[in-house]
């Protein structure tokens, strides 16, 4: 944790003691120009970012696995699927040849 709070505090450092370069726009405090992007009037604007803090980062984090964790239940349901299709099919072509043996016709 120590280490995450060092790196939050280097790179805030660093975007804090950035120069704006001559005919930059300016952000608000506590933000950091990440680019530019042209808006609805075809006209570019800067778009201004702020320090991510540990608790933003917590919140992706925990975000991430909830959705790791519903692609991976969705994808061993998708193979559950597949075998459970095939037990299917086996059980069917026995339940076929055990009927030619016996005689029942169904």
Known sequence: MDLVNCSLNA???IFSMRSLGSGEPNCPA???AAGYMMDGWKKWRIV???????????DIFLF????????LTGFG???LYRKMENIM???VALQRDLDLET????
């Open 103 to 106: 005689g029942n016709r169904h």
């Open 77 to 79: 349901g998708a193979l």
């Open 48 to 58: 201004c970012l702020a320090p991510l803090s540990l608790e933003d980062i917590e």
């Open 64 to 71: 991430g696995t909830v959705i790791t964790g519903i692609l």
């Open 30 to 32: 506590g933000t950091f």
């Open 11 to 13: 790179i805030e450092t």
């Open 89 to 91: 099919q086996n059980l």
